[in-house]
């Protein structure tokens, strides 16, 4: 129901988020706010790099974030993986929306390495946000699992300005069977 817990901290314009003590930087403002909202970010000074070591590790975006630039859309797997979609029809297929796709630099990217390319079938990652039609119920997938994602201030942060995956409970439970039959030659089925 509510964000993760961390220390964050901005200054002169970069974010980063303290862990273990040591200072993580935010590869850039937009990957900041893919996870938290501006305010949440305590204003600071020179002072705090001076005691805390500064890490090598740049944050990127939440995980679930959907990316592009000129080599096309990627979908942020992981802390440190970003898979580009096979295509403009799978990225449909999947249920994505082309408005939630975030602009991002070269250099924004390069925090990740490139992982498989998504075909049709792919599973979503974690990160996604689904909306069950039936029941008007909101998940969040989580290390693979359908979780539910409560009522509350990081819920209303993931979908404010997103689209969620639109699924049906009672769509997923429907199967379909069929029968194959020779024709009069018996060579084809």
């Not at 859309?73 to 449909?92: H, K, N, Q, Y």
């Not at 390319?117 to 693979?144: C, K, M, R, W």
């Not at 209303?156 to 995956?165: N, S, T, W």
């Amino acid at each position: 129901t509510d964000f993760p817990k961390e220390n964050l901290y901005v200054i002169d314009g970069t974010y980063y988020a303290l862990r273990s003590d040591i200072l993580f930087p935010f590869v850039s403002e937009a990957a900041y706010l893919s996870r938290f909202p501006k305010e949440y970010a305590e204003a600071s000074d020179d002072t705090l790099l001076e005691r805390y070591p500064v890490s090598e590790e740049w944050l990127g975006f939440r995980i679930g974030s959907l990316l592009a630039n000129a080599m096309g859309v990627f979908v942020v797997t992981s802390e440190t993986e970003a898979r580009p979609v096979g295509s403009a029809e799978i990225f449909l297929a999947l249920g994505y929306n082309f408005e939630d796709v975030i602009e991002a630099s070269e250099e924004e990217l390069g925090v990740y390495k490139r992982g498989r390319i998504f075909l049709l079938g792919a599973a979503h990652p974690d990160g996604t946000v689904l909306f069950d039609q039936d029941n008007e119920s909101y998940y969040l997938i989580d290390q693979g699992t359908k979780r539910p994602l409560l009522p509350g201030t990081y819920r209303d942060f993931l979908v404010a300005d997103k689209h969620p995956i639109i699924v049906s409970t009672q769509a997923s439970t429907q199967s379909a069977h069929c029968s194959l039959l020779p024709n009069i030659f018996s060579t084809k089925l």
